[in-house]
């Protein structure tokens, strides 16, 4: 596999076993253990969005934003400008809001073609990058922030055979259930940049003759025991094929957008709320999801939009999307390096929700499925991945609008 041509653009923006400290590797004998993996972590973190604290968090700059809105607030209350009560619950809404996206994740999915698979990394970010190479059957999506990169890359070639790989200081094999081979490798730098990049590479047993790779560093910074731990106990674990989507559910497409219906729902209703606004309701066994949408009401960048939305829109105004006393996780979920935005309100045993917000060209999306946990066919983690599953027909034009410019 080449990734020299992948992440130089992204340099810029970013027989025998004995078992090592996780309970769920092994690696053959001779190689060194995987840096940082702990068995005190339970290898199914990542399946809570919110399972520590995001990657990239800035506890002090969350604190001096709190200041200062709660600064702007005062004064304002003071001008005669919001009334205390008005400031109040703009200041709850305010720290629900920052607790939500510091504790945020980011789902990244591939599945063009023959490249069918997902990772996801504790991390926020504020753009994105993917790269469709046809002649090498390559594909890449990743996500950056100011601080951090990650992504995910799927190929034909073997990454062990790439001079990436070769060149590292730091490497080892490793097995991991699922995975019939994985290699990981850290870099002091990548090429001329001062990048440096943990990787894993991995087969699944699903997908003999395919390879994923995942990327994780810190922009300008060294490895830190903290990327380390986040790659081994988060990423790695996270690591899936995506193969069983149509096997657990329905495809359905609504103007440039396609959601998946998890089987057993069927369409009980259209309805029109004035002259753009609509929606549909489907139904199944103790599930309900509403779709609804209506014209773009923000022309900004999708990774700005969704967090004002969430703040504005559900959080503020409280929302009745939302269940009452129940906590939130939210992710970025890139589907082909096209961004939207997740809340997942598990209540085990309960009445559980899912709210999926998206954004295309033309149209803002609301998908909301309701369930009682442990009465529906398919449990949770599986509703939730189904709710993490588009694709779009204009997804190569969204891309280009949306994209982080990287130079090359």
Known sequence: MKLKSTLLSLAVAVAFTMPIDAAQYTVPEGQPPVPGADASIPNTAYQNYRFGEALNTNASAIILARKHIYEMLDKQVEENKRSVEQAERWK???????????????????????HRAKMTVPIVVTGSFYKDDHQKNEVSSFAVESSVI????????????????????????????????????????????NTPLMMAAVTFDKQPNHNYVAVLGHINHPITTKVESTMANFVIPSLQPIDDVDRTSDAVTWGDVTYRLPKGMQLQSEMKEGPHAEGRVYEGPDMRLVVTRGPI????????????????????????????????????????????????????????????????????YVMVLSYKDGKTKYNHLKLRNTMEYLDFKNANQLRSKIEKKLKK
């Not at 709850?92 to 063009?112: G, Q, R």
């Not at 991991?176 to 001329?192: M, R």
């Not at 829109?313 to 906590?327: A, E, G, T």
Request: proline share 4%.
């Open 92 to 114: 709850k809404a305010h720290d629900k809001s920052m607790d939500i996206s510091s504790h945020e994740s980011t789902v990244i999915l591939l599945h063009e073609g023959d």
């Open 297 to 364: 009401q923000r022309k900004d960048h999708p990774m700005v939009a969704y967090p004002k939305r969430v703040f504005n829109d559900i959080i503020y105004r409280s929302s009745k999307l939302l269940l009452q006393n129940v906590p939130i996780q939210s992710a970025m979920v890139l589907n082909n390096g096209v961004p939207t935005y997740i809340m997942d309100q598990y209540n085990p045993g309960k009445l559980s929700r899912i709210l999926h917000l998206i954004q295309d060209d033309e149209y803002s």
């Open 150 to 193: 990650a992504g995910l890359v799927s190929s034909s070639e073997s990454f062990v055979d790439d001079a990436v790989y070769k060149s590292a200081k730091q490497k080892g094999a490793f097995n991991y259930p699922g995975i019939t081979k994985g290699n990981w490798s850290i870099t002091d730098k990548y090429l001329s940049e």
